[in-house]
């Protein structure tokens, strides 16, 4: 019965939240804007939203209609909505823990049955703030577990994906339950004692099968892998992105360079690994990840250094126990040799360009979509100000908003 309320709640929240509001039309003045692609800040700046837009970006003295409602930035600095393109959300609770952390537009990879083809959805809608996701569906893995009772025409597969046959229904199944990516695996798990994230898993030739029956639809692929053996097998079949990269070779890294591969390495989740609580617990996963964490710093910096282009995913649920953020990517990505600008934009603007939607989202520019971020100082300066977001407005609707302090 608890378990009930609470996910009434939940619904009654967001409905609060969100009725009445998509078209309602905003004008936030009085804030220092950074617009997600130039390395600067634009003092003294309004933004004014329509219809879940940004309709143009103005000067401190320009005329404001009545038509907008009048927000005071209080000087604080404003950021284009962060991306995370590796989360496995499925729920509203998780949905709006990450809105408040200023994230607006997530990627599955991976959730138990179709819930993030929903929440993908209610956002669309606008029946909830957001945030905005790209569903992965169901994980494409040799042993589906559970998640074969996602779906009835799964059944066949209760004994195993390996075939070409079994490799394409499980993708054509995710794509018409509105999968807009299909992850796969490289390599075995770091977050599970019993196996060793470097082994792999499947061949050149299977994902290649997924990446061909995906490409069909239009669909691209995502591979975990954290070996190095399963990662360039990924590669040289075609995969968008490689999920966590841990043990990737300097050959592996200069190939996906070459082919435009994507780097996603999750480093926030290796560091919880390491910590007690949080998503992974446990000595194994503590000395794991200790062990994981000087190898993929090593490997974040060669990729950076080749200018491979490195995007941010906390890996996470957004459950309320977890400690993986995106500011605390970037945090890392700064101190691993990024300079604060780059690793806003691994957050904004490169995530937005690998979803396929950088011509809507990941930055602030007339005609995006109006996911938008107070902070309380100047992230160019300081990255750690990513952490305390005052103020998220995403697709236009207002998801949270802690100022002013004061009465």
Known sequence: MMKILASMAIVLFFSLQTHGQTQKSY????????????????SSSIVF???GKVERIGKLGDTISKEYEIIDGLGYYMIPGMVDVHTHMDN??????ALETGVTTVRTAGVAAYQDVALMELSRSGKIAGPDVVPGGVYVSPN????????????????????????????????????????????????????????????????????QEAG???VPVMIHAHGDEGARAAVLAGAKSIEHGTFLTDETLKLMKEKGTYLVPTYITLEDLTQPGGDYTGPVLELRGKFMMPQAEKVFRKAHELGIKIVTGADNNY?????????????????MGMTNFEAIQSATVLAAELLGLDKTSGRIEKGYDADLVLIPGNPLEE??????????MSNGQIALKRIPFGK
């Open 319 to 335: 459950t309320a126990v977890t400690t993986s953020r995106i500011s605390l990517e970037c945090q890392h990505f700064v101190r």
């Open 383 to 392: 990255i750690r100000y990513l952490q305390d977001a005052l103020f998220v």
């Open 27 to 42: 004008a936030i003045i009085n804030v220092n804007l950074f617009n997600g692609f130039e390395n600067k800040i634009h």
């Open 216 to 218: 069909k639809r239009g």
């Open 92 to 97: 509203l609770a998780s949905a709006k823990r």
């Open 49 to 51: 939203v329509k219809t």
């Open 144 to 211: 589906l577990e559970e998640t074969i009772l996602a779906d009835t025409r799964l059944a066949p597969l209760i004994n195993g994906v390996k075939t070409d046959d079994e490799l394409k229904l499980l993708v054509n199944v995710n794509i018409d339950r509105g999968a807009k990516v299909i992850k796969t695996r490289g390599t075995e798990r770091a977050g599970r004692p019993e196996t060793d994230p470097r082994e792999q898993v499947y061949t050149e030739q299977q994902i290649r099968v997924i990446v």
